[in-house]
């Protein structure tokens, strides 16, 4: 079977690759790891994660679209719970949101200036308009 070829779209999202310490204090006091690694030769970008309870452990699959330039992030976790996101990364900024019939959901993290933490959140609306903290995370870079 051919290896894949690299994907230069994907070069945006370097400050991202690394391992990853990450902490949600409003679920546990246990931190969790996440590696950012490319994937398949270089054409999409893969997230794991090793949470402790009650959080999920994760696999994310990252690629982006010639045409329109948008990335796309597939998600599955420990639960058997899989999801679709749209996402961007500019100006330090990383971002990915959903819309689903009565559970739509967004991301937002900042990358630090240094690139050794990115401060984030997660939050969740029923009807997509009124949205609401959903829990904190922070990415503390460890390689």
């Given at each position: 079977?051919?290896?894949?070829t ?50 999920p ?25 899989s ?61």
């Amino acid at each position: 079977m051919e290896q894949s070829t690299p994907n230069p779209a994907l070069n945006d999202l370097d400050a991202l690759i690394g391992e990853w310490d990450v902490a949600v204090p409003m679920l546990t006091t246990a931190r969790g790891r996440v590696r950012v690694e490319r994937a398949e030769g270089g054409a999409f970008l893969r997230l794991r994660s090793e949470a402790p309870a009650p959080v999920p452990s994760s696999t994310m699959m990252i690629g982006r679209d010639d045409a329109s330039g948008a990335y796309t992030a597939l998600y599955h976790d420990s639960r058997g719970v899989s999801r679709l996101y749209q996402m961007g990364f500019a100006g330090g900024v990383w971002t990915m949101w959903r819309a689903a019939p009565g559970f739509h959901q967004r991301f937002s993290g900042t990358l630090s200036g240094d690139g050794s933490e990115i401060r984030a959140s997660w939050e969740r609306s029923e009807d997509g308009s009124s949205w609401a903290l959903d829990f904190d995370l922070t990415y503390t870079r460890t390689r």
